[in-house]
């Protein structure tokens, strides 16, 4: 029996999605030199926003669900730092 994917109906876990898919195409770009750097860690980090709404949204108790969406959120704040660095070195530019 298949568990019940309810985060699937959340738009804050299909907005992590788009998000992690935009950080891959950008740094599909990157030099090569940043593949296993800035590149990597920004995929992870992207990743890990709607993984954590995913593993969140079966927990327990709201608190606990809660919990998870603080850490998304925490690895929101590092993409949105290491785009930055990665604008500020020239890798992309904002559109």
Known sequence: MMVEQRYRSLE???????????VYAITKNFPHTEV?????QLQRAA?????????GSY??????FCQF????????AEVDAQLEIASELGFFTYD
């Open 69 to 76: 969406l603080s850490i998304a959120a925490g690895s929101l």
């Open 36 to 40: 296993y750097g800035l590149a990597s």
């Open 47 to 55: 990743v890990s926003v709607p993984s954590n709404i995913a593993e």
């Open 12 to 22: 804050i876990w299909k907005r992590g999605i788009e998000l992690a898919k935009t």
């Open 59 to 64: 927990r327990k108790t709201a608190n606990d």
